[in-house]
């Protein structure tokens, strides 16, 4: 299947409409948490296959250094009984993980959970991508897992806020 970033299909969304989630450090409980406070950015991708309406999008976890953290394929339905696989949203295993992934894939389903307009936005980012792809003018990149890499200047600008908010904490 092929796949592209939003970045690379329709960049003004995913510049506008891409999701950071900043991690604080909690001083009020003891133990740490099982991710390490910052931010991180979830770079959507989606299906550019002709003709096929999966409903899905893979989430890619960067650490605001740019790290890839995790992959996270989530699918809009839950699946019926006759699919292979049986969970509406898994780590890809085509894609290696890192000692977080788990962790991240929850924190992205507590987001999904929590605000309800985020998994509309996907929906919608899903939605837009195929009517990109569906115009004869759009151009196909050679392989499926081309695309740009995300908005640096975005996590960075996320990454000084969140050390801001936590200087003015200690202040
Ligand atoms: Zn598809």
Known sequence: MSMMRLAGVRPD???RESRTVF???????????PVPPGAYLFDEWYCVEP????????I????ASAVLLATISHSFEPPSENKLIRKQTI???????????ID?????????RIDLAYGARLVRHYQAVKAAVANPAFSRPGLSHQGQLPDQRKVTRA???DKRRRQGKQR
């Open 104 to 112: 991240l894939m929850d924190l992205f389903l507590y987001v999904l």
């Open 60 to 63: 890619q976890v960067y650490s």
């Open 51 to 58: 003709g096929c309406d999966c409903r899905r999008v893979l």
């Open 23 to 33: 991690l604080e450090k909690d001083p009020a409980v003891a133990t740490p948490p």
């Open 159 to 161: 990454r000084r806020r």
């Open 91 to 101: 780590l890809d295993p085509l894609f290696p993980q890192s000692r977080w992934a």
């Open 13 to 15: 969304l995913a510049e």
